[in-house]
């Protein structure tokens, strides 16, 4: 068994920090050739070389090769994204401040000068023109590195064009702000203006020298940015024409884009109950595709709307417990098939992934006349990407590409082998059949004796742990485990993958559901194997959501949780953005009541077993707020507990000292708290 004293190189939480959490040399961001024979991917050398490169794999021979390596470009960062042309033959990325145009055919590349620092850089489909922004201004360049010109500035500060603002981004899906159109000559560009949006800032204790770092954050109940549409030619101002629609009733843009048919874009209102899709006339009129509402929320996907080639409306609709497929307004896919995204359509075939069992996530693929066929085989989270007969099929950590009638081709992966072996034992819990894992000591024998207990959910929408992907955070749980405890992850009401019906129970709750499935989980666990459990010895663990939920356990339920660790833990929801938590709680002056039935801040009387709450100070998703004025309730309550400040660390620490020791430092004190040898 691993003890803190005895880490070694080869301990995971090291490991963890030098490969950033094994994603380094794992082929990423896979595009295809419109003939399907190349793939495009970012990869770098080795399993913790940071330095992203651009590869390409011939589709033919199998053959891997070096497009562009950033340290022959004299930089020492790596490809964070890059941009193709509709052929695939050209792309565009930014490099320490540089634009740059490389030639994937022959491996060159050249840097196209600009006026201005670029970032968000899209070359247009016919290749001719790059658009970046910079400074908040959206600007174009001819791709021979003529004519950099501003195509739309902003009047005032705190006003951008072609960015994406924060709930868009963080929230909707959608991470860009603007489109071009197919034939390169017109942009649909969205304005975001911020200047009513909340300010808040952000400093460095360590450095009270330095001005803070002041934010636009959009708290619940507070006003959101004022975004708008605009449709620009390439002389700006001059060929400039705004978008309309009743931004009164639908104040949110969760997504656009521009095809063969036009411009388009989805809309939603500010209690995410109604979604439109607009089709966009040359005028900047809007002429209404389609229209979704819920009594809830209506539920955004990655990748939609779309349309095929065709022109028929991809789209979603939760009907009868699940959600379906939609083209043309019609479901296409079967009950008890719950979509959880769209990945592109090539002429009228769909590619999207969905899941009958909520554990696994497959690729399939709808085409009118034949209707769905499944791609992926195995257990595992699928994804992929399709063009011109060819696809490119992710399963975890491996990426294979597919052409009818020709051997399977496997991307090469140079990501590091976790020195842990993860052995979860997937179960079924209660009459809800929570899905859930049980990981336990590495050589454990039923005559050991019953073990201390570490529950380590996330438990919220945002995400499932208990998958049969083998992700990072299974190694951290196996980790744990190896440590002496007997450790369970549970996916309770309110995660994805089981369908509307199971996600919107939370609905005016956050709290009360999530906790009372944990509890079901342990309890069914320790039913099932009795004298395995501890239950006298309890803990639990968890990040975000899964800190709330950590904190919400030991103060609510100190029967059945004798000690939590809480990182970076929303514990007052007011104090989070509008997009987020109005979809779950609805808006705070109409039901103040569903934020104090989970704010921690008015709970912290009641805690009377240890509690670690981790704050990183730079944290501008969950701010510090949150576990300062819970640490100081508890203070004031006269409630000990330890508060780990972590200097300079954001939302998910970095660096690798921060990700390395925090583990060690959160396993001493579950042993302090649990009496654990």
């Given amino acids: 068994m691993t003890t803190p004293s005895g880490m070694t190189a080869d301990s995971l939480p090291r490991q963890l920090a030098r490969t950033r ?27 913790t070389d940071p330095v992203t490169c651009l590869w390409a794999l011939d589709t033919a021979t199998g053959e891997e090769r070096l497009v562009i390596d950033p340290t022959a470009l004299s930089s020492a960062g790596g490809i964070a994204s890059y941009s193709t042309d509709a052929t695939g033959r050209y792309a565009a990325f930014a490099l320490d401040g540089t634009l740059w145009l490389a030639d994937t055919a022959t491996g060159s590349a050249r840097p196209i000068a600009t006026a ?43 006003i951008t064009y072609g960015l994406a603002e924060y709930v868009a981004a ?64 390439l002389e700006g101002r001059r060929t400039r024409t705004e978008v309309r629609w009743d931004r009164a009733a639908f104040e949110y843009l969760t997504a656009a884009g521009w095809d063969d048919h036009g411009p388009y874009a989805a809309v939603q209102s500010r209690d995410q109950r109604a979604v439109r899709t607009l089709a966009i006339g040359a005028d900047g009129s809007t002429r209404v595709l389609a229209e979704r509402s819920d009594p809830h929320w209506v539920e955004l996907l990655p990748g ?51 899941s009958e069992e909520p554990t696994e996530t497959h690729l399939w693929t709808y085409e009118p006349g034949s209707g769905i066929r499944r791609l992926s085989s195995g257990p595992g989270v699928h994804s992929g990407v399709g063009r011109g007969g060819t696809l490119v099929l992710t399963t975890d950590a491996r990426t294979t590409v597919l052409r009818e009638g020709r051997p399977s081709l496997p991307l090469t992966s140079y990501a590091e082998q976790p020195v842990v072996t993860v052995r979860p034992e997937l179960l079924r819990l209660g009459p809800r059949e929570l899905r859930a894992h049980l990981f336990l000591p590495t050589g454990h024998r039923p005559d050991d004796g019953p073990l201390p207990v570490l529950l380590d959910p996330y438990a919220g929408l945002a995400m499932q742990k208990v998958t049969t992907r083998g992700a990072w955070y299974e190694q951290v ?35 009360g559901p999530a906790l009372d499935d944990q509890i079901e989980g342990l309890r069914e666990t320790a039913r099932l194997r009795p004298g395995l459990l501890d239950l006298d010895r309890v803990a639990i663990r968890g990040w975000s959501y899964g800190g709330f939920l950590a904190a919400l356990a030991v103060l609510r339920r100190p029967d059945v949780f004798h000690a939590a660790s809480a990182g970076a833990a929303p514990t007052d929801h007011r104090l989070y953005d509008t997009h987020w938590q109005e979809r779950f709680l609805g808006h705070p002056d109409e039901h103040p009541e569903h934020y104090a039935s989970c704010d921690l801040v008015n709970e912290a009387p009641n805690l009377n077993r ?41 939302h998910r620490p970095t660096e690798e000292a921060v990700v390395e020791n925090l583990l060690l430092h959160e396993l001493d004190f579950l042993r302090r708290a649990l009496s654990v040898e």
């Fill in 170 to 233: 963080g929230e909707m899906y959608r991470d860009r702000g603007y489109w071009w159109s197919p034939d390169g000559t017109a942009l649909l560009v969205a304005r975001v203006d911020e200047r009513a949006v909340a300010r808040w800032f952000l400093a460095d204790p360590a450095e009270p020298e330095r001005s803070p770092r002041a934010i636009r954050y959009p708290l619940a109940g507070t006003a959101n940015a004022e975004v708008t549409l605009w449709l620009l030619g």
């Fill in 610 to 650: 240890p509690l670690l709450l981790i704050q990183g100070l730079a944290d501008d998703n969950v701010f510090p707020v949150h576990a300062l004025r819970l640490s100081a309730a508890l203070l004031a309550a006269g409630r000990p507990h330890e508060l780990l400040p972590l200097r300079g660390a954001g």
């Fill in 477 to 511: 749980s196996q980790w744990f485990a190896d440590q002496g405890f007997a450790v369970l992850v549970v996916d309770g009401r309110g995660t994805p993958g089981r369908g509307p019906l199971w996600e919107k129970t939370i609905w005016g709750d956050k709290a």
């Fill in 21 to 47: 959490r094994f994603t380094l040399g794992v082929p990423a961001q896979p595009e295809l050739s419109a003939d399907g024979s190349t793939v495009l991917f970012l990869r770098s050398w080795t399993g």
């Fill in 116 to 158: 201005r620092e670029p970032q968000e850089v899209r070359l247009d489909p016919t290749g001719r023109r790059i658009a970046y922004v910079s400074g908040g201004a959206l600007r174009m360049v001819c791709a021979d590195g003529t004519g950099d010109r501003v195509l739309a500035e902003p009047e005032a500060e705190d």
């Fill in 304 to 354: 939609l709307p779309v349309r095929t080639a065709g022109g028929a409306l991809v789209d979603t609709a939760d009907e009868g417990g699940t959600r379906h497929l939609t083209v043309d307004g019609k479901p296409v896919t079967p009950a008890g098939l719950h979509l959880r995204a769209v990945l592109g359509t090539d002429g009228e075939r769909v590619l999207f992934t969905a």
